[in-house]
């Protein structure tokens, strides 16, 4: 049975006295622990309050797969406000997929979002501006 690798980092953000939890985190390779990470860990730690939350970070899945479209019924994919003319993020030389994301909850909402070519990584840079 294989055991989890990954970690996820939270911070806590003070916009005027709003705080802001945003989450950071690299999901595995295999697809039944990123599934299980994602039902069991990452939607009840985001759901567990009220708070305006940010996930982001490389989920090693496509929009079409399972994890991603769970996490759809409770975050929006920032992707939606895309105005750029990129739509994947790896493999950073040629992308084909998007494997990289940026999930709001229901406090926030995305005015813009951008996938920029840059050679630092295997995965291309997302930012989005979000509305607090």
Do not use: C
């Not at 992308?95 to 990289?100: F, K, L, Q």
């Amino acid at each position: 049975d294989p055991k989890p690798q990954r970690v996820m980092m939270e911070v806590h953000l003070d916009n005027n006295g709003q705080i802001i939890r945003f989450f950071n985190t690299h999901l595995e390779l295999n697809r039944s622990l990123r599934l299980e990470q994602i039902k069991d860990f990452i939607v009840p730690l985001i759901e567990s309050s009220d708070t305006p939350a940010i996930l982001a970070g490389d989920f090693n899945e496509t929009p079409e797969d399972l994890g991603v479209k769970y996490l759809t019924h409770y975050l929006t994919d920032s992707f939606i406000a895309n105005s750029g003319l990129l739509i994947h993020t790896f493999i950073s030389n040629q992308p084909t997929e998007r494997m990289d994301y940026i999930f709001l909850n229901e406090g926030l909402q995305a005015l813009d979002y951008r996938i920029q070519y840059a050679e630092a990584s295997d995965h291309l840079p997302v930012f989005s501006k979000i509305l607090i």
